[in-house]
């Protein structure tokens, strides 16, 4: 059986991570693609489609081809619960790019369409695909690490400010490194804890850094007019069961303590951090050990117009579920709380106050 998609949104994560990832698979044909310039859109189809792929400039238009079987929404944060939602009544299974929405109300939304029509939605959460992560989650989902009651989320830039798009867009993209990088983390430790029950978050949000001109910036000095998203975000988030998550995101801050898209974790048997490799420690026999996991990992950005490993296992995963009628590996569900959590630190760091969840 061959898959046919449509991808709507033709920009650096659609054209570096989405296209060329299904290009490697067999299963599946790019046979419409989608933006607000065509121009992307059909150098897309170029590089990427079949030869009578279709281009359009309106994602209603092409959710109108019934024999498209599956979209991949890859545009800003702002409209992905209108195209995933609209995408999931025509009858087609949805990938819709991280954060799963800008909002938590958008992401349930796009949650009870996904059940109202029993198609498949699944969110790009590539870096779960990463060898350390899936090596991590197995030792997890083992036990080896006992009662996880600690996670740390980081995803901390030095000075790597996204300076293209609308990355510093507030209204299109809800955020920025907490929404843009911190999603990774925090969904990376959420998994490896399996805790999706969070009670209350406290969190604040800076923009220390971002009225600076010409400031060195891995993609060139940013524009302080333009920069109306934070420079970086702290939350502490409280579960149900007790257990605590810290997750700490920036694009710019003044610290040589960086690392993007990891966790440390900590147990009642062991523990792990990804921060400089992956290193699982605990105690045997009286003596304490801690034992570097030698792994070969992908890379987690897609701005040099590279794939990557972990976006090909991926778009792999997400196929084969379709093909075979199983539950994605990233779940609606676990993207949803990921999306509450971001919120709740955005709200608590405007009110001062903690905010709590499933009330």
């Given amino acids: 059986m061959t898959l046919k998609i449509g991808i709507i949104g033709c920009g650096g994560i659609g054209t570096n991570k989405h296209m060329p990832s299904l290009k490697t698979i067999e299963e599946v044909e ?4 989608c933006d607000v310039i065509l121009e992307r859109a059909e ?11 279709k281009t359009y400039t309106d994602y209603q238009e092409l959710l109108e081809d019934k024999t498209i079987d599956v979209i991949h929404v890859c545009t800003p944060n702002n409209s992905h619960a209108e195209i995933s939602i609209a995408g999931l009544h025509s009858g087609k299974h949805v990938m819709c790019e ?12 796009m949650l009870e369409a996904a059940k109202e029509t029993g198609k498949k939605l699944t969110i790009g959460y590539q870096n779960r695909f990463r060898t350390d992560s899936t090596y991590l989650h197995e030792v997890c989902a083992d036990g080896e690490l006992g009662d996880i009651y600690l996670g740390k989320a980081h995803a901390i830039r030095r000075r ?14 809800g955020g920025g490194p ?3 990088i911190g999603t990774h983390a925090l969904d990376l430790t959420l998994w490896m804890m399996n805790n999706y029950k969070p009670k209350y978050v406290v969190g604040n949000t800076y923009h220390k850094l971002s009225a ?15 920069f109306t998203v934070e420079d970086s975000a702290f939350g502490f988030v409280t579960m149900e069961n007790g257990a605590t998550i810290t997750l700490e995101a ?6 040589l303590d960086v690392g993007e898209a990891k966790t440390s974790l900590s147990g009642t048997k062991g523990g792990a951090d990804m921060k400089d490799g992956l290193v699982i420690n605990g105690e045997d026999r009286g003596l304490l050990y801690e034992r570097k996991v030698e792994l070969e990992t992908g890379g987690v950005d897609f701005y040099d117009g590279t794939g990557s490993d972990p976006a090909v296992l991926e778009a792999e995963s997400w196929i084969n579920a379709i093909l075979t009628d199983t539950e994605p590996i990233v ?3 676990e993207a949803l709380v990921v999306t509450e959590i971001l919120e709740a630190i955005y709200e608590s760091s405007k009110t001062g106050e903690p905010v709590f969840l499933n009330k």
């Fill in 178 to 180: 907490l929404i843009d």
């Fill in 30 to 33: 790019m046979v419409a693609f």
């Fill in 98 to 109: 991280k954060p799963m929405a800008k909002t938590s109300e958008e992401a349930r939304a």
């Fill in 212 to 226: 600076t001109k010409n400031a060195a910036n891995a993609w060139g000095p940013w524009d302080p007019e333009k």
């Fill in 43 to 53: 150098k897309a189809k170029e590089v990427f489609g079949t030869s009578d792929a």
């Fill in 250 to 255: 920036s694009w710019a801050l003044n610290s």
């Fill in 331 to 333: 779940k609606p569900e």
């Fill in 160 to 173: 790597a400010v996204p300076t293209w798009g609308v990355f510093l867009d507030e209204e299109a993209q």
